[in-house]
């Protein structure tokens, strides 16, 4: 058999943004439209500051907010949508409120209208709320048996103390607890157009999606204002966290390491150190624990930015009796990296593949419509994609070395594992100090 050797990497094209059109409507309302003419589709995103409500009426408003108005119920509002190939959805992290859309572009004006009047005279109805508030207690309580739950859970409350992001679900009982009139009184302190943003994004005349906007949503006011989310605390190492979870058959392994936000100065240098570190198939925490030592199928590492602070997560479920070895060897590969900086291969792969998930990123209308989505959040636009693909583009391997120094040191982790501790607090404890709790039931 003759084997064949990978042709090298070309050259990156050249990152080619679509211009974006921007208006802020008398009412506060930002609206941003991007031509993006591949296919006869328009992406709709609503992008709406949300943090510090009560966390349960939070999430049901986000389930029943298309259940209703004041003129349709909700099969008769997807039923208008479905006229002209469209779909709404809505959703809620911890720092937004985010309706979804698709649709013909013939249909813009249509979309925008039924978006315009859920904004305005979303209702709430007893059927609905009830219906959703046992669908939402069922799947948190289903979620609640899950590990990669648990333990998520359990590193939040470690990296976040009192800040809101350290609760992320709330328990069934508060749902249980949501009625409509709660629901009605939250939209309207919470679901108003200053400091919204909506994102058009299609085959789209920018000027007129833009005139669009403002037929539909001129009539959408509110006076009342997010809490504003704190910074998130600095990161407290302490002694890892065993989670105690006995029977179980696999541990899940979290740690937390400080990260910096897309604007700071380090960000590129630090995407690429995540990298080369964990953050892709061939990064070398993943070619140690899984190609080579086999303990555990699909270990990442992944920076999460959040609008109150940044952290990066490195995640990896393995099985029980090698929980302590592959720890050892997660924390090598993060004290490896700042000692020794990857060869100009190893960081020309890690960067080629950054820049090439750009590219891909945006390369579909949904696509740019997220990641545009995503960074006006975030107070950023698209102009920030060319300008941070130069920075990555200039990133040395000292820098590499440098921001893992600064960031991926093993000594500024948050590390907690959930698993039988009867079995792996033993091994655990010869790495370090170990404190451990029982799981949250």
């Given at each position: 058999?003759?084997i064949?050797?990978?042709?090298?990497?070309?050259?990156?094209?050249?990152?080619?943004?679509?211009?974006?059109?921007?208006?802020?409507?008398?009412?506060?309302?930002?609206?941003?439209?991007i031509?993006?003419?591949?296919?006869?589709?328009?992406?709709?995103?609503?992008?709406?500051p949300f943090g510090?409500?009560?966390?349960a009426?939070?999430?049901?408003l986000?389930?029943?907010?298309?259940?209703g108005?004041?003129?349709?119920?909700?099969v008769?509002?997807?039923a208008?949508?479905?006229?002209v190939?469209?779909?709404?959805?809505?959703?809620?992290d911890?720092?937004?409120?985010?309706?979804s859309?698709t649709?013909l572009?013939?249909?813009?004006?249509?979309?925008?209208?039924?978006?315009?009047?859920?904004?305005t005279?979303?209702?709430?109805?007893?059927?609905?709320?009830?219906?959703?508030?046992?669908?939402?207690?069922?799947?948190?309580r289903?979620?609640?048996?899950?590990?990669?739950?648990?333990?998520?859970?359990?590193?939040?409350?470690?990296?976040?103390g009192?800040?809101?992001?350290?609760?992320q679900?709330?328990?069934p009982?508060?749902v249980?607890?949501?009625r409509?009139?709660?629901?009605?009184?939250?939209?309207?302190?919470?679901?108003?157009?200053t400091g919204?943003?909506?994102?058009l994004?299609?085959?789209?005349?920018?000027?007129?999606a833009l005139?669009a906007?403002e037929?539909?949503?001129?009539?959408?006011?509110g006076?009342?204002?997010p809490?504003e989310?704190?910074?998130?605390?600095?990161?407290?190492?302490?002694?890892?966290?065993?989670?105690?979870?006995?029977?179980?058959v696999?541990?899940?392994?979290?740690?937390?390491?400080p990260?910096?936000?897309?604007?700071?100065?380090d960000?590129?240098?630090l995407?690429l150190?995540?990298?080369?570190?964990?953050?892709?198939f061939?990064?070398?925490w993943v070619?140690?624990?899984?190609e080579?030592?086999?303990?555990?199928?699909?270990p990442?590492?992944t920076?999460?930015?959040?609008v109150?602070?940044?952290?990066?997560?490195v995640?990896?479920?393995v099985?029980?009796?090698?929980?302590?070895?592959?720890?050892?060897?997660?924390?090598?590969?993060?004290?490896?990296?700042?000692?020794?900086?990857?060869?100009?291969?190893?960081?020309?792969?890690?960067?080629?593949?950054?820049?090439?998930?750009l590219?891909l990123?945006?390369?579909?209308?949904?696509?740019l419509?997220a990641v545009?989505?995503?960074?006006?959040?975030?107070?950023?636009?698209?102009?920030?994609?060319a300008?941070?693909?130069?920075?990555?583009?200039?990133?040395?391997?000292?820098?590499?070395?440098?921001?893992?120094?600064?960031?991926?040191a093993?000594?500024?982790?948050?590390?907690?594992?959930?698993?039988?501790?009867?079995?792996?607090?033993?091994?655990?404890?010869?790495?370090?100090?170990v404190?451990?709790?029982?799981?949250?039931?």
């Open positions: 058999m003759t064949r050797t990978l042709p090298p990497l070309g050259p990156n094209r050249k990152l080619k943004l679509p211009r974006a059109v921007e208006r802020t409507l008398s009412n506060g309302l930002t609206v941003i439209a031509r993006r003419p591949a296919v006869p589709l328009v992406e709709v995103r609503l992008w709406l510090r409500a009560n966390l009426r939070g999430l049901m986000s389930q029943t907010l298309l259940s108005t004041s003129t349709m119920t909700s008769q509002l997807a208008e949508l479905q006229k190939g469209g779909g709404l959805s809505a959703g809620l911890a720092d937004r409120l985010m309706v859309g649709g572009v013939t249909g813009l004006d249509r979309i925008l209208e039924l978006l315009g009047e859920v904004l005279g979303a209702t709430y109805p007893n059927e609905e709320v009830a219906t959703e508030r046992s669908r939402l207690i069922d799947g948190i289903m979620a609640q048996s899950q590990p990669s739950h648990l333990v998520r859970r359990a590193l939040l409350k470690r990296m976040y009192k800040h809101p992001y350290a609760v679900t709330p328990e009982e508060q249980a607890a949501v409509p009139a709660a629901l009605r009184t939250l939209h309207t302190d919470r679901v108003r157009p919204a943003i909506l994102l994004v299609g085959d789209v005349q920018p000027a007129r005139d906007a037929r539909a949503l001129a009539d959408w006011t006076d009342g204002a809490g989310l704190p910074p998130t605390p600095p990161l407290e190492p302490g002694p890892l966290l065993v989670v105690d979870r006995p029977g179980s696999q541990s899940s392994l979290r740690m937390a390491l990260a910096v936000p897309r604007t700071h100065p960000h590129a240098a995407q150190s995540n990298l080369v570190f964990g953050g892709y061939s990064s070398r070619e140690n624990i899984r080579d030592k086999g303990y555990t199928y699909g990442h590492s920076i999460e930015h959040s109150a602070g940044s952290a990066l997560v995640a990896a479920e099985a029980t009796e090698v929980t302590g070895p592959a720890l050892l060897e997660t924390v090598y590969e993060l004290g490896r990296l700042a000692s020794l900086p990857p060869k100009e291969d190893e960081l020309e792969q890690a960067r080629q593949y950054a820049l090439g998930t590219q990123g945006v390369s579909t209308q949904a696509g419509a545009a989505s995503a960074y006006a959040g975030a107070g950023l636009r698209l102009e920030y994609l300008e941070h693909a130069a920075r990555l583009a200039k990133v040395t391997r000292d820098d590499v070395a440098e921001a893992a120094a600064t960031y991926l093993p000594s500024r982790a948050v590390s907690v594992v959930l698993g039988d501790a009867g079995r792996i607090e033993a091994p655990l404890a010869v790495l370090g100090p404190r451990t709790e029982a799981v949250e039931s």
